[in-house]
């Protein structure tokens, strides 16, 4: 399971003050609120930012950390994720998961090829109008399998599989 999961990207300075506009990639921008720090992904590893000001402007947060105050301190985390910890994530309803968690999980079609064989594995999952759908790396070939109760047959966190229904014309 995933440790650290991305809640938006550092994508330009705001001031001179060392302010940082930050594009969330989280459902709730509000969580900025609540947080008192973030990871920011450096090619050497994860480094701890500390929040000491939060606030909104459009559609980006603005966020000032501990010990940055000047424009140039900031410069060199423009454009790199920004990450909490599992346990600052969103909370889970009953039957959710954490997209994060199911990437590379394996995919196994009830209706195509041999059942008890790996299908394919899933490369991404994003939400459309209306529901989410799967992208599944089949043979070398993306399949798009919506996230239905049509196609999805069972999800499995613990074990990482979806057990699926290739309706027609998806493949």
């Not at 973030?38 to 701890?48: A, F, H, M, R, S």
């Amino acid at each position: 399971m995933v440790e650290h999961f991305r809640v938006g990207y550092i994508a330009n300075t705001h001031g001179i003050k060392g302010d940082a506009k930050v594009y969330p990639t989280t459902e709730d921008v509000n969580r900025f609120k609540k947080l008192k720090k973030v990871y920011v992904k450096t090619k050497n590893g994860l480094e701890t930012l500390e929040i000491t000001k939060v606030s909104m402007i459009k559609n980006m947060v603005l966020l000032h950390f501990k010990g940055i105050d000047d424009i140039n301190d900031l410069l060199k985390y423009k454009g790199l994720d920004l990450l909490v910890d599992r346990e600052d994530a969103i909370p889970l309803e009953e039957g959710e998961f954490y997209i994060a968690d199911m990437i590379g999980a394996k995919v196994y079609a009830d209706n195509y090829g041999d059942p008890s064989e790996v299908f394919g594995t899933v490369k991404d999952i994003f939400p459309t109008g209306a529901n989410l759908v799967m992208t599944v790396d089949h043979e070398g070939k993306e399949v798009l399998i919506p996230m239905i109760d049509q196609c999805v047959l069972e999800k499995n966190v613990e074990e990482c599989y979806f057990r699926v229904h290739i309706m027609d014309g998806l493949m």
